[in-house]
């Protein structure tokens, strides 16, 4: 508990802490104003802590914004496996892309899917067996990726469904 000093004929003094002091009289106008004097401070002291907490605010939401622009990979296309009402396909079926670029596969509907290249449709030197990915994708949302460093034209299906024409090309320029 703070300490209380008292001294006769003078205002008592009160220590909040050592860093906030207020002295009161006895009368209830000499109180008043002392009270005013310190809402004020206080005002002005969360005003500034406002305004510190705005500005990092505003600095921790630019820094959050690079790094997830540095740590998510920009994709040149992004193909959906399965159409929004169910369809079988890759939607876009065909797309072009420039050479280095990642081309991102996503499951959508009506799965399980996956994605294998064609080996007589692909550049020459290429592996198809190396950039496929035969494992199914079993859930919606699940993804695979490719980055396509060789121009060419690259033909791609999805083995349980290409029976139903579920295919594509990819053209590398």
């Known amino acids: 508990r703070p300490p209380i000093l008292r ?25 008043a104003v002392v009270c005013k004097a310190q809402q004020k401070v206080a005002t002005k002291a969360v005003a500034a802590r406002a305004a ?4 990092g605010l505003k600095k921790a939401a630019v820094v959050g914004a690079t790094t997830l622009l540095l740590a998510s990979p920009a994709f040149a296309a ?9 369809e079988l ?9 420039a050479k280095g670029e990642v081309v991102e596969f996503v ?10 290249f064609d080996e007589d449709n ?11 990915h035969e494992d ?9 990726t490719n980055k396509f460093d060789v121009a060419g034209v690259y033909g791609y299906y999805c083995e349980p469904h290409q029976g139903a024409g579920m295919a594509g090309t990819i053209t590398v320029s």
Not at 7 to 31: E, K
């Open 89 to 97: 396909g890759f939607y876009p079926a065909n797309i072009t892309v």
């Open 136 to 144: 199914y994708l079993n859930g919606p949302g699940e993804k695979v």
């Open 7 to 31: 001294h006769t004929s003078t205002p008592l003094l009160l220590f909040f802490n050592s860093f906030n002091m207020a002295a009161m009289t006895s009368t209830f106008l000499g109180s």
């Open 107 to 116: 499951n959508n509907k009506a799965f399980p899917h996956n994605v294998v």
């Open 52 to 55: 510190f907490s705005v500005d």
């Open 122 to 132: 692909v550049p020459a030197g290429v592996n198809a067996d190396a950039i496929s």
């Open 78 to 86: 992004t193909i959906k496996l399965g159409g929004d009402s169910g």
